[in-house]
């Protein structure tokens, strides 16, 4: 006689969610960085070593040392002070364009994905924004409302938004056609209803995991548009500026745009960690054959 199935042991519950991404070695290392840097750029004020805009000419093109941990530039600033300082507006630009890009493409990508007659004219028209290279169409934007972080922020934000609103709509498509939402419609509920509390909560883990490349496209761009001068304008400290600033002195002082270049490479390699982890973790598929 078989043995009753109440005789076999219960598997364990799936680990919750927050352990399972501290499990993740690849998402904890971007956590580690990414927090680093955010620590660097709240608490800028205090690691400074002097004012980052004040010049000491006869300080200029001083190596790293004790007095200037990552030297001085052209001008006798201090490289750090003016690092740490353009962490915290390169970082604020790129949160800044992720958040506008966040609630933009996914309102977009959901009113397209949920409602069949808004489908073709809003996605011709995020079509139309992609059919530019990214960065060029960032640049033109920038050039035009002029050099300023809102301006780079509206700039950035229209060039990502149909990339969002392109993964948030094949997302709500396939929601939409799920048994529960269905059961929602038939039994009369309002379509604001069913959005908010069931096609919006099962299509946040791809938008997520999008979010955090896209911050990271964002700070690279932020400090190409800075580079280029349509960014925010010299002297503010930002990693771009800094780049722009060093380019002419190479040869006598690479460290001028060695350690920012470092610095925007660094941060991007954290987020595209975390989105990676992101992803293992919120994607069943994945999960399963992680085991």
Known sequence: ???AAADEPAAPPPPALWRRLVRHRLFMTGA????????MAVFADLIQIRPPEKMAVRFRFRTPAWEWPLGTDNYGRDIWSRLVHGARLSLTIGAAVALVTGVAGTLIGVLAGYYKRLDGVLMRLMDALMAFPAILLAIAIAAALGPSAV????????VYTPRMARIARSTVMVVREMDYV???QACGARDRWIIWRHVLPNSMAPLLVQLTFIFA???LAEAILSFLGVGPPPPTPTWGNMIAEGK???REAPHICLFPGLAVAFVCLALNLLGDGLRDVLDPRLRVQHG
């Open 248 to 250: 002419d002195y190479l």
């Open 32 to 39: 580690v960085i990414l927090g680093l840097m955010l620590l």
């Open 217 to 219: 496209y964002a700070i």
């Open 182 to 184: 269905k059961a929602a």
């Open 151 to 158: 301006n780079a922020v509206i700039a950035l934000a229209i």
């Open 1 to 3: 006689m078989a043995p």
